[in-house]
């Protein structure tokens, strides 16, 4: 939680901060380890074992450069890899599925190895359902990236065990992103500079992160919370269009805000991570959209599959096939329901659709209705991905389209009224006019704005602080992917 990450920043910094160089890896590691294991006190074994394996993969792959043993260090990597990601995130929903097919009531073999687990010792393991380990969809392709392009030869293998594990466990983004490749940080873990201005542009990035989450994020969602929560053959179209624009806002602040803070924790440890989020709904194509959100998973998914599969190098059938089979993965990745698979195929469809002549047309047409169409379309999207069910889009699909009755009723009204002023900020900001703010004030007085900086970090951090003080559990939404 937010609280835990405030009492646990202070402590972990001072101590990385003032080690010798040579034991700041060893430093990060050990916090890494504690904060993992506070919200996942069992499953932090399940990291350290992904993490011991893909490194002594990396080693086989080595020393077998060139040879069969170095492509069975691949395999094992990615098979044990996926089959741990396929057994904790995928094997409820496909044993689900499969009951419900054929009318069978088989048990998870997971559950029942919990079950005797639990009669040894009370590990508080669940019971009825596989639990689903934090970060386990981010450390796990993190880890993969590293025996994967150390077998292509884009990178050398890293000796050090610490510094693998450093890598892997990294806690400034280890449960919510974004993807940090291993090639990225490869020079920072053997050697990286702190100094002042990076410590200054760190905290300043961790601040708006924490602004977006705690004053945006939070605060736009409890309109989505209350509109979810309704008989969506009741509400009104204002309503359910409403609801959808706030999950929108939300979703986006609470994502994006998690990135800047990770990316700004990272800048006080001295790594530079890439970037995740541009703006991304000010795109005028939904090609351009996903260029602009989770910018690293997009290209995870391009590296290691869609230019493996083929990319755009063998016809226009082959391409599309290999752009469908990537978004299938890409809604996979990010649960395991039905809604998911067919909003990643909703999103591959629009992409096919653009690549045969629609992109053209969208180019042609004036910035704003291009702009309006893709954030449309994403609300189509973002429907199938916070609804429980395919029958729960359904529903709410046919409220935003008149089912419910009404054009407009009194909560839509009220609600609109009552967070007029948010629902502004939200459109502002997400359309970047804080960025174009910021950089017209250093353009005009580098030392005046420098000032104004600090002051805002400041109050930004007092602001956000409050806030917490007498806020309830609220984690960030990717904490379950």
């Known amino acids: 939680?937010?609280?835990?990450?405030?009492?646990?920043?202070?402590?972990?910094?001072?101590?990385?901060?003032?080690?010798?160089?040579?034991?700041?890896?060893?430093?990060?590691?050990?916090?890494?380890?504690?904060?993992?294991?506070?919200?996942?006190?069992?499953?932090?074994?399940?990291?350290?074992?992904?993490?011991?394996?893909?490194?002594?993969?990396?080693?086989?792959?080595?020393?077998?450069?060139?040879?069969?043993?170095?492509?069975?260090?691949?395999?094992?990597?990615?098979?044990?890899?996926?089959?741990?990601?396929?057994?904790?995130?995928?094997?409820?929903?496909?044993?689900?599925?499969?009951?419900?097919?054929?009318?069978?009531?088989?048990?998870?073999?997971?559950?029942?190895?919990?079950?005797?687990?639990?009669?040894?010792?009370?590990?508080?393991?669940?019971?009825?359902?596989?639990?689903?380990?934090?970060?386990?969809?981010?450390?796990?392709?993190?880890?993969?990236?590293?025996?994967?392009?150390?077998?292509?030869?884009?990178?050398?293998?890293?000796?050090?065990?610490?510094?693998?594990?450093?890598?892997?466990?990294?806690?400034?983004?280890?449960?919510?992103?974004?993807?940090?490749?291993?090639?990225?940080?490869?020079?920072?873990?053997?050697?990286?500079?702190?100094?002042?201005?990076?410590?200054?542009?760190?905290?300043?990035?961790?601040?708006?992160g924490l602004a977006k989450k705690v004053l945006l994020a939070n605060n736009i969602g409890i309109v989505w919370t209350q509109i979810k929560a309704m008989d969506y053959s009741t509400i009104s179209v204002a309503t359910a269009w409403l609801g959808i624009i706030a999950f929108a806002f939300q979703i986006y602040f609470d994502f994006s805000g998690y990135s800047d803070m990770a990316t700004g924790l990272g800048k006080m440890l001295g790594f530079e991570f890439t970037k995740n989020f541009d703006h991304p709904y000010i795109s005028k194509s939904i090609s351009e959209f996903w260029r602009r959100w989770h910018i690293t998973l997009g290209s995870w998914f391009r590296s290691y599959v869609y230019i493996p599969l083929g990319g755009n190098r063998n016809g226009n059938f082959k391409t599309y096939r290999n752009l469908f089979i990537t978004w299938a993965l890409t809604g996979l990745w990010h649960g395991a329901s039905w809604n998911f698979i067919l909003w990643g195929l909703f999103f591959g469809v629009l992409i096919i659709i653009e690549r045969l002549g629609f992109g053209k047309i969208l180019e042609k047409l004036p910035s704003a209705v291009s702009m309006l169409y893709t954030f449309v379309m994403v609300l189509f999207g973002w429907v199938l991905f916070d609804t429980d069910t395919l029958a729960d889009a359904g529903r709410y699909y046919a409220a935003m389209f008149g089912a419910g009755g009404s054009l407009v009723d009194s909560y839509a009204r009220y609600t609109i009224a009552s967070n007029a002023v948010m629902l502004t900020l939200c459109i502002l900001i997400s359309g970047g006019l804080g960025s174009r703010l910021i950089s017209f004030c250093e353009e005009k007085n580098k030392r005046a704005s420098a000032v104004a900086g600090v002051a805002v970090k400041i109050g930004g951090l007092l602001i956000c602080t409050a806030y917490l003080v007498g806020a309830t559990y609220n984690p960030f939404l990717y904490f379950r992917f």
């Open 1 to 208: 939680s937010l609280t835990f990450l405030q009492c646990f920043l202070p402590p972990c910094l001072l101590a990385y901060f003032l080690v010798p160089q040579k034991w700041r890896n060893g430093t990060l590691f050990l916090f890494s380890l504690l904060f993992y294991a506070w919200g996942e006190p069992v499953y932090v074994v399940l990291m350290l074992f992904s993490t011991a394996l893909d490194y002594t993969c990396g080693q086989m792959a080595e020393r077998h450069r060139g040879q069969r043993g170095a492509k069975i260090a691949l395999l094992v990597s990615l098979c044990v890899n996926l089959g741990l990601l396929g057994v904790f995130k995928y094997s409820d929903f496909l044993i689900d599925s499969f009951n419900g097919v054929f009318g069978t009531s088989i048990t998870n073999p997971v559950v029942l190895v919990n079950k005797a687990l639990n009669s040894l010792y009370p590990l508080g393991l669940n019971e009825k359902r596989v639990e689903l380990p934090i970060g386990i969809s981010f450390y796990t392709f993190q880890s993969m990236s590293y025996t994967i392009d150390l077998y292509l030869r884009n990178i050398k293998v890293q000796k050090s065990f610490l510094n693998f594990a450093s890598y892997v466990s990294l806690f400034p983004q280890i449960v919510a992103g974004p993807i940090v490749r291993y090639e990225d940080v490869a020079n920072e873990l053997e050697s990286r500079t702190v100094n002042i201005a990076k410590i200054s542009a760190g905290i300043g990035l961790f601040v708006k």
